[in-house]
């Protein structure tokens, strides 16, 4: 594993994708021990690359030893669709994660999928809201203890697309996205939601986010992910195959 500082947050390599799940997953593990007092709230990512941090979760030693009573699992984005369309990243979690382990099914925090998708915004923002116990972020304060985060080939993470209005959107916690080049009509957390977080992760994988990650390291304006902060620190978490320096 190799280790540096940049501008955009740590940025930790590791050979290939099996070490750097299994550091993710060992470090959530420590963090949400650690945390001995109340809830441990995460913000988790779709798509594909987290897929084998779900299952690992769902696995020995990590099933028994994560204090599912106590976490509280939200989502950074999902695409606007029922929970059991096989692209709903919600159904996908569940699929490998919570049907899996002891977590209370009021701990789960899925983003509707029907209705229209902006009453589907406001209302996970409400529910957010709640769950923070103010309408307004206070300094310091975090709303989640991580937020896990993923990055698109073209430089999106949660459903921040590039060029999208949604970009500028500095007041409310959570809005909507109809991409131009991607599937579904989207539900995401904003920027200003995002930085609300004690720790914010990158998870990348793969030579074809690459470029992607050059660019957010060189804080290319038209990169979505360029833009990310977090009221705690930023990290990265790459396989060998995705990182510049490789
Ligand atoms: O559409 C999405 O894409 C990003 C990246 O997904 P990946 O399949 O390239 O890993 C993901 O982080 C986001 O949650 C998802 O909705």
Same mark, same amino acid.
């Given at each position: 594993?190799?280790?540096?500082?940049?501008?955009?947050?740590?940025?930790?390599?590791?050979?290939?994708?099996?070490?750097?799940?299994?550091?993710?997953?060992?470090?959530?593990?420590?963090?949400?021990? %650690?945390?001995? %007092?109340? !809830?441990?709230?995460?913000?988790?990512?779709?798509?594909?690359? *987290?897929?084998?941090?779900?299952?690992?979760?769902?696995? @020995? #030693?990590?099933?028994?030893?994560? #204090?599912?009573?106590?976490?509280?699992?939200?989502?950074?984005?999902?695409?606007?669709? =029922?929970?059991?369309?096989?692209?709903?990243?919600?159904?996908?979690?569940?699929?490998?994660?919570?049907?899996?382990?002891? &977590? *209370?099914? @009021?701990?789960?925090? #899925?983003?509707?999928?029907?209705?229209?998708?902006?009453?589907?915004?406001?209302?996970? %923002?409400?529910?957010?809201?709640?769950?923070?116990?103010?309408?307004?972020?206070?300094?310091?304060?975090?709303?989640?203890?991580?937020?896990?985060?993923?990055?698109?080939?073209?430089?999106?993470?949660?459903?921040?697309? !590039?060029?999208? !209005? &949604?970009?500028? @959107?500095?007041?409310?916690? &959570?809005?909507?996205?109809? *991409? =131009?080049?991607?599937?579904?009509?989207?539900?995401?957390?904003?920027?200003?939601?995002?930085?609300?977080?004690?720790?914010?992760?990158?998870?990348?994988?793969?030579?074809?986010?690459?470029?992607?990650?050059?660019?957010?390291?060189?804080?290319? =304006?038209?990169?979505?992910?360029?833009?990310?902060?977090?009221?705690?620190?930023?990290?990265?978490?790459?396989?060998?195959?995705?990182?510049?320096?490789?």
């Amino acid at each position: 594993m190799a280790g540096q500082d940049t501008r955009t947050g740590s940025v930790s390599v590791f050979a290939d994708r099996e070490e750097a799940t299994r550091h993710l997953a060992d470090w959530l593990l420590q963090l949400a021990t %650690e945390k001995n %007092e109340g !809830p441990f709230a995460l913000a988790l990512s779709g798509g594909s690359t *987290p897929q084998s941090l779900y299952s690992l979760m769902a696995t @020995e #030693p990590y099933a028994s030893r994560f #204090p599912w009573a106590r976490m509280q699992f939200f989502l950074g984005d999902d695409r606007f669709l =029922p929970h059991d369309h096989e692209d709903s990243n919600f159904g996908m979690m569940h699929r490998l994660l919570f049907s899996r382990v002891p &977590v *209370p099914a @009021e701990n789960l925090h #899925p983003m509707p999928g029907v209705g229209t998708a902006e009453d589907a915004a406001r209302s996970y %923002e409400t529910r957010l809201k709640q769950f923070y116990g103010a309408d307004t972020f206070e300094a310091d304060r975090p709303l989640f203890d991580v937020n896990l985060l993923g990055l698109g080939s073209d430089g999106h993470t949660a459903s921040l697309f !590039p060029g999208q !209005p &949604v970009l500028k @959107e500095q007041t409310a916690w &959570v809005a909507t996205c109809v *991409p =131009p080049a991607a599937p579904y009509t989207r539900i995401t957390l904003t920027y200003p939601a995002i930085h609300a977080s004690r720790h914010v992760v990158f998870l990348v994988e793969g030579a074809g986010k690459k470029e992607a990650v050059a660019k957010v390291r060189a804080q290319d =304006p038209s990169c979505p992910a360029s833009a990310i902060t977090a009221m705690g620190d930023l990290r990265w978490v790459l396989d060998r195959a995705a990182s510049p320096d490789a």
